[in-house]
């Protein structure tokens, strides 16, 4: 039974920095994308951020491109989504997510079949 559990969420001033982890369990990094989404306040959930299963791809939302960066810890099994320079439209739940069938990944919530519970970011001054 594939699980994934987030930490690391808070409250952060702009400019700020916040490290996300998730930590997978039931299933190797080596064999399932990983990717992190958000759901901001009153919004849909987006995507922000995916890592390929071969850690060789990894996709950046716009938002996310040039500030954020996933990152993952095969002996912890544990991805990270490191996030710099936040601004208050970062805020929102944060989700991670797996996709263990298929071999290409696409960085999209439809694509995603086991979720984690959330960790709740909030940008604010």
């Known amino acids: 039974q594939v699980q994934l559990v987030e930490s690391g969420g808070g409250s952060v001033q702009p400019g700020g920095s916040l490290i996300l982890s998730c930590e997978v369990s039931?299933?190797?990094?080596?064999?399932?994308?990983i990717g992190w989404f958000r759901q901001p306040p009153g919004k849909e959930r987006e995507e922000v951020a995916c890592?390929?299963?071969?850690?060789?791809?990894?996709y950046y939302s716009r938002p996310a491109e040039g500030r954020f960066t996933i990152a993952r810890d095969i002996a912890k099994n544990t991805v990270y989504l490191h996030m710099n320079d936040m601004r208050g439209e970062d805020t929102g739940i944060y989700y991670c997510?797996?996709?263990?069938?298929?071999?290409?990944?696409?960085?999209?919530?439809?694509?995603?079949?086991?979720w984690g519970q959330g960790t709740q970011v909030t940008v604010s001054s």
């Open positions: 890592i390929s299963k071969t850690a060789l791809n990894t």
């Open positions: 039931g299933i190797s990094l080596e064999e399932t994308h």
């Open positions: 997510a797996a996709d263990p069938r298929r071999s290409v990944y696409f960085c999209l919530t439809q694509f995603f079949d086991t």
